[in-house]
């Protein structure tokens, strides 16, 4: 699976867009982009993948550029609660699109959403 | 509702005891599971594959002496951490499988040696 870099923290203000980069520069053509999110003392929570287009789901936007060399997840109104550490990892999946090998975690982005 | 069930949540044990762990698969059919270890600050590290009617795959470094893994059934993984001692203090979570291609996590289990 292809590394991820993301930044260590970001920080945004509540009702305003979240927007979360990953950079995944050696993305093969069949590995999605997953991101999932973990807040404190919980298992992570899948939020959305995508493998090329543009995905929107009621948790958030995922944006692929055309090269899939980096994406952005969007989080369209942050709250208080969205407040956690954001993985990005690709992962790679067959054409049937079905998958269940294992994530690879960076260290993700702490996202701090504040009043 | 939940995919993935783990228990117990949260477990206080004594050095030298056994605690197993349950990571059950509510809504489908899991050939594999996956088991992570998180410590403080940390990201998640996977321990070990769970294979349903084989042996567990264990990460380099990973003891499979201490870190017994039972994937008995298509919906239940379970992880017995033996003898454990203080430094197995951890967050302890189990990935399944799903449909659509997405794979969920359990709720996790905080282990706490005394």
């Known amino acids: 699976d292809a590394k991820t870099t993301q930044p260590p923290s970001m920080d945004c203000a509540e009702g305003r867009a979240a927007n979360l980069p990953c950079n995944h520069s050696t993305i093969s053509g069949n590995e999605y982009v997953y991101w999932y999110r973990q807040i404190h003392s919980q298992g992570p929570q899948y939020i959305i993948h995508?493998?090329?287009n543009n995905e929107t789901n009621e948790m958030a936007s995922l944006i692929i550029t055309e090269d899939r060399k980096s994406s952005t997840l969007i989080l369209p109104h942050a709250t208080l609660r969205d407040t956690a550490v954001y993985y990005c990892?690709?992962?790679?999946?067959?054409?049937?699109?079905?998958?269940?090998?294992?994530?690879?975690f960076g260290q993700g982005t702490i996202l701090t959403v504040h009043p | 509702g939940a995919v993935v069930s783990q228990h117990p949540s949260w477990v206080i044990c004594k050095s030298g005891t056994s605690v197993k762990i349950e990571c059950r698969s509510l809504d489908f059919q899991a050939t594999t599971m996956f088991w992570y270890r998180q410590f403080p600050k940390q990201s998640l590290m996977l321990m070990a594959t769970s294979n349903e009617g084989s042996k567990a795959t264990y990460e380099q470094g990973v003891e499979k002496d201490k870190f017994l893994i039972n994937h008995a059934s298509l919906t239940l993984s379970t992880l017995t951490v033996t003898s454990a001692h203080p430094e197995d203090s951890s967050f302890y979570i189990c990935l399944v499988g799903g449909v659509g291609n997405i794979q969920y996590f359990g709720a996790g289990t905080r282990l706490s040696v005394l």
């Open positions: 990892i690709a992962k790679l999946s067959n054409a049937g699109g079905t998958s269940y090998g294992k994530l690879t």
């Open positions: 995508g493998l090329k």
